[in-house]
């Protein structure tokens, strides 16, 4: 058990989210308050030494599930032999999989990291830093979620992004000439990659391009907010690397999907906050279509991630999960395990939705050392209960046995183990 001593810190912050101020769709002159949050930061435990064997467990390599067997880790890392062993843990004939990571979220605190830890969540990509201070106090948690973020969403000025986020002018852009200075800020900030929000009142065409090529140009990536069709074309446009969210006014067509593909773009549909948001009443008008239903929405979601999936462009899983605001709150981490269901509805097989909060996103966001059980990978694990099966029923995910992060079995301040269902 590791137990841990927090200091708090209070730091202003704001979260960008898809149903957050950030990102709903309002009058121009609306206008959000930014929130202060309290991020607690550990005093963090040394980094893990001892020796473990995990007995018993069934491993999923990505493709398949192996026949029962022995894991070993040492210190930070999964390793395939171990001359001394401190612990053995009895895995129970469950299956194992890697840490899951979240593609798409807005942890506002290390309070959020438990949460996501305890559902077997590892790793998370933050999608907007509003400060960087703040940001750089989410990192190198150790025994926590890895922290990953993305910059200050690039805005234009009047647009519905940066009037709900208060956003002063200094930190827009409106001019692709002013994409180098825009792109060495954020990265001289030490973000890991570039966010464009394309909106219909946001960056024109031109200057998305050029934020792109700037942040290619310095060898990073840039993944671009856009959730109606128009926004969505411009990022496919763009060249950016990584679309997140997904039309819900319509549908790419084959011209689009085909550019995605041969442009090797990734897509995080998010479709959990689609169907939490498109739940509520009159969210169609914060969303920008006013008269949209549930099932017409919903409907263009999942036919747009079923024909990516189909054309062969690689699926992230992420959920937009955020701390709670105006009555809709994305939790952390359960989400993750919603939104493989979603994927699932979309026509993902379990194992491709799987791959979706593992594997692909590895690839996608240069993680070499997450996302699979092998040699030399962190020791991220998700051991599951005996009697759960993802492979056929992905709900089965939720049924959580144990959690290990970075080698560190996940224990909250109780003392208590992962969450389980
Ligand atoms: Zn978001």
Same mark, same amino acid.
């Given at each position: 058990m590791h137990r841990y001593t927090i200091l708090t810190i209070s730091l202003l912050s704001v979260t960008s989210c898809f149903a957050c101020p950030g990102h709903v769709r309002r009058a121009a002159?609306?206008?959000?308050?930014?929130?202060? +949050?309290?991020?607690?930061?550990?005093?963090?435990?040394?980094?893990?030494t001892s020796n473990v064997a995990i007995t018993?467990?069934?491993?999923?390599?990505? /493709?398949?599930?192996?026949?029962?067997? !022995?894991?070993?880790?040492?210190?930070?890392?999964?390793?395939?032999?171990?001359? !001394?062993?401190?612990?053995?843990?009895?895995?129970? =004939?469950g299956i194992l999989l890697p840490g899951l990571i979240e593609s798409h979220a807005h942890p506002g605190s290390t309070k959020d990291l438990e949460t996501l830890s305890s559902y077997g969540v590892t790793t998370v990509l933050n999608q907007n830093c509003q400060n960087y201070e +703040?940001?750089?106090?989410?990192?190198?948690?150790?025994?926590?979620t890895s922290f990953f973020t993305a910059g200050l969403s690039a805005k234009a000025p009047g647009s519905s992004h940066a009037n709900n986020s208060n956003s002063p002018l200094d930190t827009l852009i409106w001019s692709p000439s002013q994409a180098p200075a825009y792109v060495? =800020?954020?990265?001289? =900030?030490?973000?890991?990659?570039?966010?464009?929000?394309?909106?219909?009142?946001?960056?024109?065409?031109?200057?998305?391009n050029a934020l792109v090529r700037e942040a290619h140009s310095m060898g990073k990536k840039t993944?671009?907010?856009?959730?109606?069709?128009?926004? /969505?074309?411009?990022?496919?446009?763009?060249?950016?690397?990584?679309?997140?969210?997904?039309p819900l006014d319509g549908l790419l067509n084959e011209t689009m999907l085909d550019l995605m593909r041969?442009?090797?773009? +990734?897509?995080?549909?998010?479709?959990?906050? /689609? +169907?939490?948001?498109?739940?509520?009443?009159?969210?169609?008008?914060?969303?920008?279509?006013?008269?949209? !239903?549930?099932?017409?929405?919903?409907?263009?979601?999942?036919?747009?991630?079923?024909?990516?999936?189909?054309?062969?462009?690689?699926?992230?899983?992420? !959920?937009?999960?955020?701390?709670? /605001?105006?009555?809709?709150?994305?939790?952390?981490g359960s989400s993750l395990h919603d939104e493989l269901w979603y994927l699932t509805e979309a026509g993902l097989s379990p194992q491709d939705a799987l791959r979706a909060a593992t594997t692909v996103p590895a690839w996608a966001y240069d993680l070499p050392n997450r996302g699979a059980i092998a040699h030399g990978m962190r020791a991220d694990l998700l051991l599951l209960q005996p009697n759960a099966d993802p492979f056929k029923a992905i709900n089965d995910t939720k049924k959580i046995s144990r959690v290990w992060v970075g080698g560190l079995e996940y224990m909250n301040l109780a003392g208590n183990s992962s969450a389980t269902q």
């Open positions: 002159n609306g206008t959000v308050t930014p929130q202060s +949050y309290t991020v607690q930061t550990r005093i963090k435990p040394s980094v893990p018993n467990v069934r491993i999923w390599d990505g /493709y398949r599930v192996h026949e029962p067997d !022995t894991i070993f880790i040492e210190g930070e890392f999964i390793v395939k032999k171990l001359r !001394t062993v401190d612990e053995v843990i009895d895995g129970a =004939n +703040y940001c750089s106090s989410m990192r190198g948690q150790t025994g926590l060495g =800020n954020v990265f001289g =900030n030490g973000s890991d990659w570039l966010k464009i929000v394309s909106e219909a009142d946001g960056p024109d065409q031109a200057t998305q993944n671009t907010h856009a959730s109606d069709l128009e926004s /969505y074309i411009m990022a496919i446009v763009s060249g950016t690397d990584r679309p997140q969210h997904m041969s442009q090797h773009q +990734y897509a995080t549909p998010t479709m959990k906050v /689609y +169907y939490d948001v498109l739940h509520i009443p009159g969210a169609g008008a914060s969303l920008g279509h006013p008269g949209i !239903t549930f099932d017409e929405g919903w409907a263009f979601v999942k036919q747009n991630v079923a024909a990516m999936h189909a054309k062969g462009i690689p699926i992230l899983a992420g !959920t937009d999960s955020t701390t709670p /605001y105006a009555g809709l709150s994305v939790p952390f």
